[in-house]
């Protein structure tokens, strides 16, 4: 195969796009699916089922399957839980986007950028959003972008907070992490990679925050100076289009990261989950296999006894009685056999009544 064959046929790397309500997430998702066109022909996938409009040419677009409205008439749901359970139902057909992708690289797409709904937790805590996350990863490189807006993210503890969330997806997705610092032609986000680098800077910035909060963050920030090493952080205007060189640059340097440091995982995440479908389509076709193999009438219960004893006559014996060098003979026997002389009695007793219903029994046969 020739070299740039095998490149034409690389799987195209993935970038999910996560972030806040309003950061500018569906901005960026536009910006990315025409910038560098040529080179990287950016495959675009819409997993916002309640966007009014779609600013760019989704190749896929999760409200061509699901209405989201229908949806929330038909469970009864508000608009939160119409978007999960849009989600829960989009992700039941995931396998075959995955095939779509998986077309789209061999076709020479070097990019697949997901765009996902506004209220971040919907994705990132649901179900659905583990599973595509894990299909995505199991399948291709995988990047998680992390839009954060700059401008609401100027008093530390917001930025804290946007941290807080960023590190809480970061540990659950398991995957290289971009945050891409959005909206610099407003704000510009060097304070907050000082932030990042410079715990005493960040210090000194929540100096002015005395509030409950505030020393809530001071704590907070010990524990996230450990967190900010596995980031990767640049600036970006998704709207006039700055910063997409280094963002590009990360990018590239997130999918070796994925290769070296986290294929492995998913690639043992796949196998086992090859096996978990072999196992079951198997069971399936044993439970279906009607009309072979020979079928064992089932034993019916004991309703008589030989020698002339009704069945109520029997008992179990204790399993302790079994034998005498059984450990479990040791057992206290129960306190009725515990006496020998009202043993012998309970047995006199229950002899004469055996004798009585059989004399019975044999008066009534001959009348
Ligand atoms: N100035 C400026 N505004 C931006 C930028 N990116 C996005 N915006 C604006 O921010 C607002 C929200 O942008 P969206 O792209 O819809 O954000 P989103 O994260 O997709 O929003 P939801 O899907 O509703 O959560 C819009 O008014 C955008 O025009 C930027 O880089 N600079
Ligand atoms: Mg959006």
Redesign the pocket.
């Known amino acids: 195969m020739q070299a740039d064959e095998a490149a034409a046929e690389a799987p195209p790397i993935c970038l999910i796009v996560l972030?806040?309500?309003?950061?500018?997430?569906?901005?960026?998702?536009?910006k990315l699916s025409s910038f560098n066109y040529d080179k990287l022909k950016p495959y675009v996938i819409n997993l916002?089922p309640a966007?009014k409009e779609v600013p760019y040419p989704a190749s896929i677009d999760i409200r061509d399957t699901v209405n989201y409205k229908e949806v929330m008439k038909q469970y009864k749901l508000g608009p939160n839980g119409g978007i999960v359970t849009s989600l829960n139902l989009f992700c039941t057909k995931f396998g075959k986007v995955i095939e779509l992708i998986e077309k789209a690289g061999k076709a020479g797409h070097k990019i697949c950028v997901l765009?996902t709904?506004?209220?971040i937790e919907v994705f990132t805590w649901s179900a659905s959003g583990t599973i595509i996350t894990e299909a995505l990863a199991t399948a291709f490189p995988t990047i998680v972008v992390y839009?954060m807006?700059v401008?609401r993210s100027t008093n530390p503890t917001t930025f804290m907070s946007n941290m807080l969330y960023a590190c809480s997806i970061l540990y659950k997705a398991r995957l290289p992490f971009i945050v891409a610092m959005?909206?610099?032609?407003?704000e510009d986000h060097n304070f907050a990679l000082e932030w990042m680098t410079d715990f005493e800077a960040f210090q000194e910035a929540l100096e002015k925050e005395q509030t409950y909060v505030g020393n809530l963050t001071r704590t907070m920030s010990l524990t996230l100076d450990e967190f900010y090493k596995d980031l990767k952080a640049c600036g970006?205007?998704?709207?006039?289009g700055i910063g997409y060189d280094r963002f590009y640059e990360l990018v590239a340097e997130g999918a070796k990261e994925y290769e070296e440091d986290y294929k492995k995982e998913y690639d043992k995440l796949r196998i086992q989950k090859e096996e978990e479908k072999k196992k079951s389509e198997k069971l399936q076709e044993i439970a279906s296999a009607k009309g072979s193999g020979v079928e064992v009438p089932l034993v019916p219960f004991v309703s008589e006894v030989n020698s002339g004893r009704e069945l109520a006559d029997v008992y179990l014996k204790h399993p302790g009685n079994e034998s005498s060098e059984d450990e479990e003979g040791d057992e206290e026997r129960p306190v009725a056999f515990g006496d020998d002389e009202l043993e012998d009695q309970n047995f006199n007793d229950f002899m004469q009544k055996r004798k009585e219903t059989q004399i019975d029994k044999a008066n009534k046969s001959q009348s």
């Open positions: 972030g806040m309500a309003g950061s500018g997430k569906t901005t960026l998702v536009k916002d966007c765009d709904p506004g209220q839009v807006d401008v959005n909206k610099i032609d407003i970006v205007s998704a709207k006039m």
